[in-house]
């Protein structure tokens, strides 16, 4: 994702399960797009339990009108799950980057440069004594790694949209996100 | 001809937010004045119930959770009855609930907004997920022969758009307006810069202008329209759904009954240009025209530019208004495609409409794309459509 060529539409999906805070996610990253100035549709697909299901929010980011809200051909695919991994990633772009949980993904069948396997479930259970900041932590990752929002938009974005009382926990999993990125990278 | 014009990288203007499309309607809501919902909060309409029971009392209205959907329409009657702009929100199975009560809001002549935002049907189906089956429902659900007015929005900017439209309509027409949505445009967010409802035309039901003892509650004028006094302001009336009379008492006399009964459909369309909006987009030069409604549509303009790019002649007709169903723009600007797509998400309802409005076609030249599993009609399916056809 290149500085110059800033009208570029980007799709990303964050898939998983319910009740792991993608759509919360989504949100957040949309929420900073627009801090960015740009265009951005955000939707969503779950089923009907409060946890558990595949859930995914599709986040697109332009500079232009878009129409269609659904991600149909990923430059960023976060996966939370071994199912949600295996589902959607053929449908990841060439140059695409992969992200995955790999606490919990064993398998990729693809072969490629852009793929990042980070236990991030287990990284915020020891780092952040929780395993529920696991979506901010690895949006976060992906944000540092692709640069497709400002860390500042990310940062202000997570504050508007999380309760005030988890907000520092949250600042500090986006912190802890970017740090691991640098190693990544 | 297509206008393919290459824009700079344009950033946004500082007033965009992030917006949803449940809560764009909210927002409208409080915007245009609404002071009173009754509903029975579900999925995928709920957001539009959780905002308003914050919001309604923050701005002089009265949030009241029922026990169901028919009770929910007989309190938003019974409310704009008593002056105040009134809406509800639900989704298929609420609205199904609903339809007798609707079908007496259309007798009595009484506004109000009811919001569907579908999900995929029949019955609980997937509540979770999209569809467009309540098309036909939304015009023919209630029994008796009512008059119907259905807004359909693409967009979370339109669905806040539409719904100052609607209550515009529901006022000035005195009768319930119904709002379809699809479930994706209630649940998604998109950055939105939503102009100030200062730049709106806002219309308020038209009140009598004679002394109370001389008020009839269904006095037409040559428009069809009637003023309409609210309880409490000294004016007595008699509300029925009966068969009724210019004073709202029961009637069986034909005369009567057919004076109501040619007011309720004149009116509509009597003033059908003031009702029905259309949007036509790229179809200047099309040989394959799309129509399609809601989100269905925004994936037919991703499938539009694709095969623009490829110099394929094609362009989307989309109402904003589905019923009264536009039939006069839609044949005007049917006669000159060759071939009609009419993708849905359901086993088939707007297509009735397109066949009827399109005698000079044969069956082979209106191509039907349907789906009815919960997924959307994708860009690439509306594509490959195209590219079959031309």
Partial sequence: MSKNKKCDKHEVRLSGSGG?????????LARAAVHDKKRVTQSQSYGPESRGGASRADVIVSCEEIYYPEATRFDI??????EACDKFLFDLREEGILVVDNSIVKNISLLSSKIYEVPFTEIALEQLGSSLPTNILSLAFLVKISGIVSEQSLKKAIEESVRSAFIDVNLKAMKLGFDLAKKYK | MAKEEVKAPQELEKDWVLMQGNEAVAKAAIDVGVKFFAGYPITPSTEIAEILAEELPLNDGVYIQMEDEISSMCAVIGASLAGAKSLTATSGPG???MQEAIGFAKISETPCVIVNVQRTGPSTGLPTKPGQGDIMQARWGSHGDGPAIVLYPDSVKEAYELTIRAFNLSEKYRTCVILLMDEVLGHMREAVLLPDISKFRVINRLKPTVPPEWYKHYEEDQKYLSPLASYGEGYRFHVTGLAHDAHG????????????????????????????????FMMEDAKVAIFAVGIVSRAAKSAILKARNEGLKVGLLRPLTIWPFPDEAVQKMLRNVETVIVPELNQG???????RLTKDKTDSDIVKIQKANGE?????????SIKEVI
Wanted: no cysteine; glycine share 4%; proline share 5%.
């Fill in chain 2, 349 to 355: 309802q707007l297509i009735h409409e397109i066949e």
């Fill in chain 2, 95 to 97: 609205f199904s609930l």
């Fill in chain 2, 249 to 280: 008492f029961p009637t069986n006399k034909p005369a009567e009954v057919k004076t109501m009964v040619t007011r309720l459909k004149k009116k509509i369309t009597h003033n059908i240009r003031d009702i029905v909006q259309i949007e036509s």
């Fill in chain 1, 77 to 82: 695919l976060l996966a939370l799950t071994q």
């Fill in chain 1, 20 to 28: 792991q805070g993608l759509i919360l996610a989504g949100i957040i």
């Fill in chain 2, 376 to 384: 959307l009609i994708t860009p690439n399916e509306i594509y490959k």
